[in-house]
């Protein structure tokens, strides 16, 4: 019989926490779980909380074309 993860179990209880690039800023957090791309940091805004959408890659230093 195949492993299947249980949906009731919360994502941080199945896997430890993975360095990744935060989507907003770039800078490196520990990820707890895939879907898990932006920093504590940024999810504390007033931008993020209100849902506005993240500035554009050619706006940001150092980023874009």
């Known amino acids: 019989m195949a492993y299947v993860e249980d949906p009731?179990?919360?994502?941080?209880?199945?896997?430890?926490?993975?360095?990744?690039?935060?989507?907003?800023?770039?800078?490196?957090?520990?990820?707890?779980?895939a879907g898990d791309r932006i920093c504590g940091k940024c999810k504390q805004t007033s931008a993020w909380r209100s849902g506005?959408?993240?500035q554009p890659l050619s706006n940001r230093?150092?980023?874009g074309s």
């Open 8 to 33: 009731f179990v919360a994502p941080t209880q199945l896997r430890s926490p993975k360095p990744r690039r935060c989507l907003r800023c770039q800078t490196e957090f520990d990820s707890v779980w």
């Open 61 to 63: 230093k150092g980023g």
């Open 52 to 54: 506005q959408p993240a």
